[in-house]
Nanobody, 122 residues
Framework: QVQLVESGGGLVQAGASLRLSCVAPGVAFMSYRMGWFRQTPGKEREFVAAVSWSGEDITYADSVKGRFTISRDDAKNMIFLQMNNLRPEDTALYYC???????????????WGRGTQVTVSS
């Protein structure tokens, strides 16, 4: 069972930045499209960003465009989510995921981490 591991979450004030990391040990990393999702209590998990295996194709949720940047380091089997100008509505548990398609649908992702909490105070 492949387990992705996220890190980098924390408690910050509105306007601050955080950089989330996700390592994917044991995964044929370069074969996978990688994505970030987030979830708040009582709500469905929502798409945040995704990057193709080559790193050339990237897609973002409208709510984070211009503020968040997804990237990958294949040599380290890692992806990152640079989050700038954070807002209270960005507060959520952030998950990374690996799948075979560059898609916004969580059902298309095969492997998941357990999440890292991001809390943004106003």
């Amino acid at each position: 069972q492949v387990q992705l591991v996220e890190s980098g979450g924390g408690l910050v004030q509105a306007g601050a930045s955080l950089r989330l990391s996700c390592v994917a040990p044991g995964v044929a990393f370069m074969s996978y499209r990688m994505g970030w999702f987030r979830q708040t209590p009582g709500k469905e998990r929502e798409f945040v960003a995704a990057v193709s295996w080559s790193g050339e194709d990237i897609t973002y949720a409208d709510s984070v465009k211009g503020r968040f940047t997804i990237s990958r380091d294949d040599a380290k089997n890692m992806i990152f989510l640079q989050m700038n100008n954070l807002r209270p509505e960005d507060t959520a548990l952030y998950y990374c995921a690996a799948g075979m398609l560059l898609t916004t649908k969580q059902s298309d992702y095969k492997y998941w981490g357990r999440g890292t909490q991001v809390t943004v105070s106003s």
